[in-house]
């Protein structure tokens, strides 16, 4: 089993930056992959970053130039930098990882979610 613990929302005027961490239970370069979701109220969870084992990164067209993934494999947390932030960017924020088990087995595991509220 892996547990994840995201950290780091909170209230942010338009223009400004949050840095969201999420700390694994888990050995990163266990994970297949690691990924921050978005999810504004109403609407479906959206892939908005990720990053696989061997460091290869994505990001959605509305937050390239403003996101950063990274990972700290000595502290097991994946963080999410985030700047010029944007009212659309409200919502909450959970921290993904893909973990393959061998054999076949293959789970995903999620945080609880962290709230990020950007005020215009």
């Known amino acids: 089993q892996v547990q994840l613990v995201e950290s780091g929302g909170g209230l942010v005027q338009a223009g400004g930056s949050l840095r969201l961490s999420c700390a694994s239970s888990?050995?990163?370069?266990?994970?297949?992959?690691m990924d921050w979701y978005h999810q504004a109220a109403g609407k479906q969870r959206e892939l908005v970053a990720g990053v696989t084992r061997s460091g290869t990164t994505n990001y959605a067209d509305s937050v390239k130039g403003r996101f950063t993934i990274s990972r700290d494999n000595t502290q097991n947390t994946v963080y999410l930098q985030m700047n010029s932030l944007e009212p659309e960017d409200t919502g909450v924020y959970y921290c993904?990882?893909?973990?393959?088990w061998g054999r076949g087995i293959i789970k995903d595991y999620w945080g609880q979610g962290t709230q990020v509220t950007v005020s215009s």
């Open positions: 993904h990882v893909r973990k393959d």
């Open positions: 888990g050995r990163l370069a266990s994970f297949e992959r």
